[in-house]
Nanobody, 119 residues
Framework: QAHLVESGGGLVQAGGSLRISCATS????????MGWYRQAPGKQRELVAT???????NYADSAKGRFTISRDNAKNTVYLQMNSLKPEDTAVYFC?????????????WGQGTQVTVSS
């Protein structure tokens, strides 16, 4: 069982930066892909960025060039550095981790951290 704790959200003005973190704890043999998703009010949850255990990254078009995902495998932690923030980035950001178990993959979600960008 994995437990995810997110931190670093908050209120920032447009054009500003924030870094959010997600630490994973528990009895975890190995963490696979880690990622960030977000959900704005009235909208579906959407992918922001993912990073594989080897460091390969994937970004939503809205995040490319502004956001950077990274991970510290020793700390089982994933980060999202967000620069040049826009009001439309306002959302609850959720951490997601995928843990391979045999032939299956179990995924876990964090509780979410609010990011609010004022204009």
């Amino acid at each position: 069982q994995a437990h995810l704790v997110e931190s670093g959200g908050g209120l920032v003005q447009a054009g500003g930066s924030l870094r959010i973190s997600c630490a994973t704890s528990g009895s975890i043999p190995r963490i696979g892909t880690m990622g960030w998703y977000r959900q704005a009010p009235g909208k579906q949850r959407e992918l922001v960025a993912t990073i594989t255990i080897g460091g390969g990254t994937n970004y939503a078009d809205s995040a490319k060039g502004r956001f950077t995902i990274s991970r510290d495998n020793a700390k089982n932690t994933v980060y999202l550095q967000m620069n040049s923030l826009k009001p439309e980035d306002t959302a609850v950001y959720f951490c997601n981790v995928k843990i391979p178990v045999g032939r299956d993959t179990i995924q876990y979600w964090g509780q979410g951290t609010q990011v609010t960008v004022s204009s």
